[in-house]
């Protein structure tokens, strides 16, 4: 097969890149710095791996991106929409107004513009209130110089009726060119979680929109006539459209490339990934070769919210980390990033660094000269990144029994091979693009997480409306019809709620769609 396709993941220091083929072989891969403007990062990288491979630009099929646009736009406070919040769900609702819990300073970032309008249904379906029009019509008026709206209904993951007719009636008093997100479409139980992940969704539809702007010109540049995706946060693809009207989903999506990436080049299926970067370090869990999703809220730049997200720890532990001897010997969270080739002492530079330690140990060759460092300040701050690294291994694990890792990533000479509570230690080959290929390997999803009501259907009724709305959004994302399969099914039943309620998440994959 040919089937050629590119793989880049736009990291804090680095931009990875591989070139691989339909048969999964890896042909070219590079790591360049990451730029500030990111676009030219990736035509560095784009430009090195063709060289390499020998492919030419129009032998390309597929271009996958994982950045960090969204990332650092929320973590920064910049190039965010003013945003309309509508919640519908008065008066049931009206004790906490929305973004009540959020920084001051990211709530001033998108207008902390928000209404608590009548409506809203319960838990089971029943109306909670009447959805009254005029009230939005009159309300969407007052937002009219907005640059989106995210709308949120009570209960809407089991009716979004209200949603539906809302986003209805902003087209219609504003036109089609604002953006809307609705909450049912990104979050999952939980008003004021899925609340918050919706608004910070229109917040960043412009970021989005600029990002994907950008890689198709970056493409058009070079005469790349591809099929364009967007890595996203459960180690899966999606459309450059689809991204744009869901960009919250590319948030984690480098983390999530990692785990992906590192359970096939390694072959383990169930473990620990450890992945190394020139600023963080990342550990997650790989679950039958996907990561594994978060249970509880995730706080994104200090928010909870409660969509689709994997489980990771980041530390403060990379290569280009920052080693300080003033209280003891310790590494980051301070880190010089993409400066690394200027700053760290084995480049010429004045900053040590723990890659300066690897190079003063002799373990890697790399820069101009060797730092003369004291060893027992080597052996002390290496010692300090392994228990750093265990800790957070042994955190990750759901059991005491030993499991495999992996350890990928550019910095990842940084871990040493014996873990404690590891059964095994593998650092597979290609493993500082590891990320770059889970993209390129990436599969396409789509999930669905509801409460139903077993009073109105039954239990195996239930499960083919999740399993057929998961298969529905996966194909929306860009799966092939003919490839997808349901791959996790979880049932929670809520003995909590009357009416014999039942919690269903289902995901369904499948390959890119030609």
């Known amino acids: 097969m040919t089937d050629y396709r590119i793989g880049i993941d736009v990291g804090g220091t680095n931009t990875d890149a591989v070139v691989m083929d339909g048969d999964d072989n890896l042909l070219a891969k590079t790591k360049t710095p990451t730029t500030e403007d990111i676009t030219s990062g990736i035509l560095s990288a784009l430009d090195v791996v ?80 009447d959805l009254d029009e005029e009230q939005v019509r009159a309300q969407i008026r007052e937002f009219a110089d907005v640059d989106a709206f995210a709308v949120t209904s009570v209960f809407s993951p089991v009716r979004d009726d209200h949603e539906t007719r809302v986003a209805e009636l902003v087209r ?29 969704n229109a917040a960043l539809t412009s970021v989005a929109s600029e990002a994907a702007n950008a890689f198709v010109e970056a493409m058009d540049e070079r005469g790349i006539d591809a099929n364009l995706y967007f890595g996203q946060n459960d180690g899966t693809l999606m459309s450059v459209d689809y991204a744009i009207r869901y960009p919250i989903f590319t948030v984690a999506s480098g983390p999530s490339n990692s785990v992906r990436g590192a359970a096939y080049l390694s072959a ?69 990033g993409y400066k690394l080739t200027e700053e760290a002492r084995c480049f010429g530079g004045e900053t040590l660094t723990a890659t300066d330690l690897e190079v003063a140990a002799g373990t890697i060759d790399i820069g101009s000269e060797t730092p003369a460092v004291d060893g027992e300040i080597v052996e002390a701050a290496r010692e300090y990144v392994r228990e750093r690294v265990e800790r957070e291994v042994d955190r ?14 550019g910095g990842s000479i940084l871990v040493p091979d014996d873990i404690a509570g590891a059964s095994e230690v593998h650092k597979p080959d290609h493993y500082e693009v590891a990320n770059a290929v889970g993209v390129a390997i990436a599969q396409v999803s789509g999930e669905v997480d509801r409460i139903y009501s077993l009073d109105e259907m039954d239990r195996e009724e239930a499960i083919q409306h999740a399993k057929d709305e998961a298969t ?30 039942v919690r269903i998440k289902v995901k369904a994959a499948g390959a890119l769609d030609h």
């Not at 219609?172 to 909450?183: K, R």
């Open 472 to 501: 529905d959004n996966a194909l929306a994302a860009g799966a092939d019809p003919d490839s997808v399969d349901i791959v996790d099914v979880e049932e929670v039943p809520l003995s909590y709620l009357p009416g014999n309620a």
């Open 172 to 200: 219609e008093e504003v036109g089609d060119d604002v953006p809307i997100s609705v909450s049912n479409e990104i979050g999952s139980v939980g008003l004021l979680e899925r609340e918050n992940a919706t608004t910070l």
């Open 268 to 336: 383990v299926e169930n473990g620990i990934i450890v992945d190394v970067g020139g600023t963080t370090t990342d550990v997650g869990a790989v679950t039958e070769g996907f990561p594994r999703e978060s249970s509880v809220a995730v706080e994104i730049g200090e928010v909870k919210t409660n969509f689709r997200m994997p489980d990771i720890i980041a530390i403060g532990i990379g290569g280009g980390s920052i080693v300080s001897t003033d209280d003891g010997v310790t590494v980051g969270p301070q880190s010089v």
């Open 396 to 409: 990750m694990k759901t059991s005491a029994e030993p499991v495999p890792v992996v350890i990928v990533g």
């Open 50 to 129: 063709l060289g390499d491979s020998g492919v030419s630009e129009d032998e390309l099929d597929y271009v996958m991106l994982g950045t960090t646009h969204a990332t650092n736009a929320i973590a920064e406070r910049r190039g965010l929409n003013e945003v309309g919040v509508i919640r519908i769900g008065a008066p049931a609702t009206q004790s906490i107004r929305p973004l009540l819990e959020w920084p001051d300073d990211l709530a001033e970032a998108i207008g902390d513009n928000v209404a608590i309008l009548d409506g809203g249904h319960e838990f089971d379906g029943r109306l909670l209130n």
